[in-house]
């Protein structure tokens, strides 16, 4: 065997090898005609050797439930040896093994690679230790030997139960029998399971997963587990107890949940043992602070694991109070009753309960573009990281790295859109005439690579007639074959048909650019464009929209700003509130050609940084100040007053302030100017 079996499902090169001795061996017990067969042939010799023997090609399934048991080399062995003794050849590409998987899953990758390889026409039989190893349940296993082997015109053997499809007139009748037996054999032994699990939990042993705050403590003298392992009673983890009594009471005193699970991380506090990512969750937090085992009592059996095949997945059923063991030891009590019950009312309160029908709400431009925000602090030029919809009623936003976020805040979306549009609207009125001119002279340029273009439409245009050649004799081919030269001429076609396509559209795409191209605009019609798009961005700014103007108020705000606008939160020291900008860069020329039906590939402009939250007075006027200290020369006194005759209510000293609030707020160090920016003073 010179390859490795790799593929999900398959069995080890080992266990492959291990399985051919098996049927050497009983092949020449069995005295089959063994002459010329290799245990290190490829899987295509072995078949065409075992062919032209004349034997049937047979494919094998194994299966075990839990990572305990190991009887996969077991299955395999004894289906090899009845394989042998029955003149059928089963090579090991054609073993699938699903381990540690319980059979009432309906997908389990084993499973499915059997099914690949019974439609795929190259076996005749298919062979399982018992009928048990397809599915657990009697109806499930008998539908899929029924639908998937018998009426394929395939057979179908469980090696150990003596149940073979070819038998027409007892098959049914035994597999619905056995399977029937086995079901009641699991049901059995699950009960018998739970019956000693809850005569250890009456006796104050762990049956289970141990949770925060408490520990396992080895029990002297105490019997062994199954697997060898001491056992264990449960005990008061000092450490995390004194964490988690703190932690009721931050609750109690008013910190959020949200809060408790950041500060828990904060102190390394430990997580629960089913956790995958090393700290607690939100989920998990609250799980904590409502397990009433840390009041020193302990339930068993309070939930039961039940199966759906309907959904295939196991679900927790509550089970009655009679049916529920407990037991009360004040020495493993970590939180008192009154704070325990009083924050179990609090959690309570936070429940979200049933709800109703969802009312009709007419859309709204801010619930379209939330996810074209991205947070400035989390994201990288790899992976931005978006904003997603947060607060009371959804009106806000928030990075979606949640509490893991540097500078974590709530930004009101309509108001962040708002200030976008109210952006767009003073850059469109702005520099109206600049961008018609533009506009204007890059399509005289671009007139004169018509020529290049028709040249690009030519090829494009001769590479799809080729392909439709290739389509149409793929097409004649698609019916003949073995099923794997069907399937794969299927591959092909879909291959095909999707490059075609993806051709089709660039040809599209290039003849539209020459219609465009040919498109003699004015800047009278510029203008006229960028009107409509101010028409349509005033109103998105108030939030006055209907249901059609909303979506082309989206389309607007889509094109302008390239679906990316960036937040940026500036904590400030000694203040609760934090400042919230956002920036991006204007497509502007490229939105207004695309709406006047030009071609364009013009780059974004340069970035516009704004506030997207009503700043402090301070910060508001800091771009104003610098303008009037650091590029007008004003002193300070000079610049209040005209500040003053401006409408703001200031003086020198708030002047001073907001000129070194604007080198902090672009990262810049504030420079030592002379005393009165080196004017000399006014006399008196």
Request: with cysteine; proline share 3%.
């Given at each position: 065997?010179?390859?490795?079996?790799?593929?999900?499902g398959?069995?080890?090169?080992?266990?492959?090898?291990?399985?051919?001795?098996?049927?050497?061996?009983?092949?020449?017990?069995?005295?089959?005609?063994?002459?010329?067969?290799?245990?290190?042939?490829?899987?295509?010799?072995?078949?065409?050797?075992?062919?032209?023997?004349?034997?049937?090609?047979?494919?094998?399934?194994?299966?075990f439930?839990?990572?305990?048991?190991?009887?996969?080399?077991?299955?395999i062995?004894?289906?090899?040896?009845?394989?042998?003794?029955?003149?059928?050849?089963?090579?090991?590409?054609?073993?699938?093994?699903?381990?540690?998987v319980?059979?009432?899953?309906?997908?389990?990758?084993?499973?499915?690679?059997?099914?690949?390889?019974?439609?795929?026409?190259?076996?005749?039989?298919?062979?399982?230790?018992?009928?048990s190893?397809?599915?657990?349940?009697?109806?499930?296993?008998?539908?899929?030997?029924?639908?998937?082997?018998?009426e394929?015109?395939?057979?179908?053997?469980?090696?150990?139960?003596?149940i073979?499809?070819?038998?027409?007139?007892?098959?049914?009748?035994?597999?619905?029998?056995?399977?029937?037996?086995?079901?009641?054999?699991?049901?059995?032994?699950?009960?018998?399971?739970?019956d000693?699990?809850?005569?250890?939990?009456?006796?104050?042993?762990?049956?289970?997963?141990?949770?925060?705050?408490?520990?396992r403590?080895?029990?002297?003298?105490?019997?062994p587990?199954?697997?060898?392992?001491?056992?264990?009673?449960?005990?008061?983890?000092?450490?995390?107890?004194?964490?988690i009594?703190?932690?009721?009471?931050?609750?109690?005193?008013?910190?959020s949940?949200?809060?408790?699970?950041r500060?828990?991380?904060?102190?390394?506090?430990?997580?629960?043992?089913?956790?995958?990512?090393?700290?607690?969750?939100?989920?998990?937090?609250?799980?904590?602070?409502?397990?009433?085992?840390?009041?020193?009592?302990?339930?068993?059996?309070?939930?039961?694991?039940?199966?759906?095949?309907?959904?295939?997945?196991?679900?927790?059923?509550?089970q009655?109070?009679?049916?529920?063991?407990?037991?009360?030891?004040?020495?493993?009590?970590?939180?008192?009753?009154?704070?325990?019950?009083?924050?179990?009312?609090k959690?309570?309160?936070?429940?979200?309960?049933?709800?109703?029908?969802?009312?009709?709400?007419?859309?709204?431009l801010?619930?379209?573009?939330?996810?074209?925000?991205f947070?400035?602090?989390?994201?990288?030029?790899?992976?931005?990281?978006?904003?997603?919809m947060?607060?009371?009623?959804?009106?806000?936003?928030?990075?979606?790295?949640?509490?893991?976020?540097?500078?974590?805040?709530?930004?009101?979306?309509?108001?962040?859109?708002?200030a976008?549009?109210?952006?767009?609207?003073?850059?469109?009125?702005?520099?109206?005439?600049?961008?018609?001119?533009?506009?204007?002279?890059?399509?005289?340029?671009?007139?004169?690579?018509?020529?290049?273009?028709?040249?690009?439409?030519?090829?494009?245009?001769?590479?799809?007639?080729?392909?439709?050649?290739?389509?149409?004799?793929?097409?004649?081919f698609?019916?003949?074959?073995?099923?794997?030269?069907k399937?794969?001429?299927?591959?092909?076609?879909?291959?095909?048909?999707?490059?075609?396509?993806?051709?089709?559209?660039?040809?599209?795409?290039?003849?539209?650019?020459?219609?465009?191209?040919?498109?003699?605009?004015?800047e009278?019609?510029?203008?006229?464009?960028m009107?409509?798009?101010?028409?349509?961005?005033?109103?998105?700014?108030?939030g006055?929209?209907?249901?059609?103007?909303?979506?082309?108020?989206?389309?607007?705000f889509?094109?302008l700003?390239?679906?990316?606008?960036?937040?940026?939160v500036?904590?400030?020291?000694?203040?609760?509130?934090?400042?919230?900008?956002?920036?991006?860069?204007?497509?502007?020329?490229a939105?207004?050609?695309?709406?006047?039906?030009?071609?364009?590939?013009?780059?974004p402009?340069?970035?516009?940084?704004?506030?997207?939250?009503?700043?402090?007075?301070?910060?508001?006027i800091?771009d104003?100040?610098?303008?009037?200290?650091?590029?007008?020369?004003?002193?300070?006194?000079?610049?209040?007053?005209?500040?003053q005759?401006?409408?703001?209510?200031?003086?020198?000293?708030?002047?001073?302030?907001?000129?070194?609030r604007?080198?902090?707020?672009?990262?810049?160090?504030?420079?030592?100017?002379?005393?009165?920016?080196?004017?000399?003073?006014?006399?008196?």
């Amino acid at each position: 065997m010179h390859h490795e079996l790799i593929e999900v499902g398959a069995v080890s090169l080992e266990l492959a090898r291990t399985a051919l001795n098996y049927w050497a061996m009983a092949a020449a017990i069995a005295g089959v005609d063994s002459e010329g067969f290799d245990l290190e042939a490829a899987h295509d010799e072995q078949v065409a050797w075992a062919r032209s023997k004349d034997l049937e090609i047979g494919a094998g399934y194994g299966r075990f439930s839990t990572r305990l048991q190991q009887s996969t080399e077991d299955q395999i062995r004894e289906i090899m040896y009845w394989a042998a003794r029955n003149n059928i050849f089963v090579p090991t590409m054609y073993i699938s093994v699903d381990e540690a998987v319980k059979g009432s899953r309906v997908r389990r990758a084993g499973l499915e690679r059997t099914k690949r390889i019974l439609a795929s026409g190259t076996v005749k039989v298919l062979l399982v230790y018992k009928a048990s190893r397809l599915f657990r349940q009697a109806g499930k296993g008998y539908q899929f030997v029924q639908e998937e082997v018998v009426e394929a015109g395939l057979r179908a053997v469980s090696v150990s139960q003596g149940i073979d499809t070819a038998d027409k007139t007892s098959w049914k009748l035994q597999l619905q029998i056995h399977g029937l037996m086995d079901e009641l054999l699991l049901d059995t032994i699950a009960d018998h399971v739970r019956d000693g699990q809850k005569g250890l939990f009456m006796k104050r042993m762990v049956t289970g997963a141990v949770g925060v705050g408490f520990l396992r403590k080895e029990v002297p003298g105490g019997r062994p587990t199954n697997r060898g392992l001491p056992r264990t009673e449960i005990a008061v983890d000092e450490e995390a107890a004194g964490l988690i009594c703190k932690h009721f009471k931050l609750i109690l005193s008013g910190v959020s949940i949200r809060e408790g699970v950041r500060r828990w991380n904060a102190g390394n506090g430990p997580c629960d043992p089913r956790s995958t990512t090393g700290k607690m969750s939100y989920t998990a937090y609250r799980r904590m602070l409502s397990n009433e085992r840390l009041t020193g009592r302990f339930e068993f059996g309070r939930k039961r694991n039940q199966f759906s095949t309907k959904l295939d997945y196991v679900k927790q059923i509550h089970q009655p109070d009679e049916d529920v063991e407990r037991w009360h030891d004040e020495g493993l009590r970590i939180v008192d009753d009154e704070t325990f019950y009083a924050i179990q009312c609090k959690l309570a309160k936070l429940k979200i309960g049933p709800r109703g029908p969802r009312m009709e709400k007419s859309a709204k431009l801010c619930d379209l573009t939330t996810g074209m925000f991205f947070c400035s602090h989390c994201s990288t030029l790899d992976e931005p990281v978006r904003f997603y919809m947060a607060g009371a009623n959804g009106r806000g936003m928030r990075c979606c790295s949640g509490d893991q976020c540097p500078h974590p805040s709530c930004v009101r979306r309509d108001e962040a859109v708002a200030a976008v549009c109210k952006e767009l609207t003073d850059l469109i009125t702005r520099d109206a005439n600049l961008v018609a001119e533009v506009i204007c002279r890059r399509q005289q340029l671009d007139a004169g690579g018509e020529e290049a273009l028709q040249a690009e439409i030519n090829a494009g245009e001769k590479q799809l007639r080729t392909m439709k050649n290739r389509l149409d004799g793929l097409f004649e081919f698609i019916g003949e074959g073995t099923a794997d030269e069907k399937r794969e001429a299927k591959s092909r076609l879909r291959k095909a048909i999707a490059e075609r396509d993806s051709k089709q559209a660039e040809v599209n795409r290039l003849r539209k650019s020459i219609d465009m191209s040919k498109t003699q605009l004015t800047e009278h019609d510029v203008h006229a464009r960028m009107t409509e798009m101010v028409a349509v961005l005033e109103p998105a700014a108030s939030g006055d929209l209907d249901d059609d103007a909303v979506y082309e108020a989206l389309t607007v705000f889509r094109a302008l700003t390239g679906e990316r606008v960036w937040v940026t939160v500036e904590p400030r020291a000694g203040r609760k509130q934090t400042v919230v900008r956002g920036h991006f860069r204007p497509h502007l020329i490229a939105a207004v050609s695309e709406r006047a039906g030009v071609a364009s590939n013009s780059p974004p402009g340069e970035s516009i940084s704004f506030w997207l939250r009503k700043p402090p007075r301070m910060d508001a006027i800091a771009d104003r100040v610098h303008q009037l200290i650091d590029i007008e020369g004003r002193s300070h006194r000079a610049a209040s007053k005209q500040l003053q005759d401006e409408g703001h209510d200031v003086n020198s000293s708030n002047v001073w302030n907001s000129h070194r609030r604007w080198y902090e707020m672009n990262d810049l160090p504030v420079p030592n100017i002379p005393y009165n920016n080196g004017l000399p003073r006014d006399s008196a």
